[in-house]
């Protein structure tokens, strides 16, 4: 069976991400959305467990698609699967730099690991959950930005954080 692993922070899993998923869902057996901590990332709008909950509630309607966490490092996570392939999408040349390092990184710590880029569907190219969290931080519209099943919570979320 292959494996695929959709690593990231997801905060908040956006469109762009489930694009991704959706589409390695279609060339996998099965996926494994993992939501990771970025120790870059030093303010989280969720917490681990409200990530876990949201990846879950927007990939519900995929059957191969299972949702697992990890704090340690990715390289290392992935060998509990067997020939796991990483899923990366890409949104821009620096993305691939980025990305590109990261794959250098992880074949270093597990030489069998391979990575598989997929480039972002032309709409998603400006999204982020970054921009996400921004607009929900100044109470934007997030409709088409993640999935209509999080804006009540996002936009809550948000509120809470505003006061």
Known sequence: ????????????????????????????????????????????????????????????????VTVDSCNSLLAEFVKKYESPVLIKGLRAASDFDYEFQMDLVNKRINPGLETMFLTADQKYTFLSSSIVREMAHYGADLKGLVPDELIEFIEEKARMQRR
């Open 1 to 64: 069976m292959k494996t695929a692993i959709c690593p990231g922070s997801f905060d908040p899993i956006t469109l762009g991400h489930l694009n991704i998923i959706r589409r390695a869902a279609a060339i996998f057996d099965q996926v494994v959305v993992c939501v990771t901590l970025n120790s870059a990332k030093t303010s989280p709008m969720f917490s681990n467990e409200e990530k876990i909950e949201m990846v879950r509630k927007a990939v519900a309607k995929y059957p191969n």
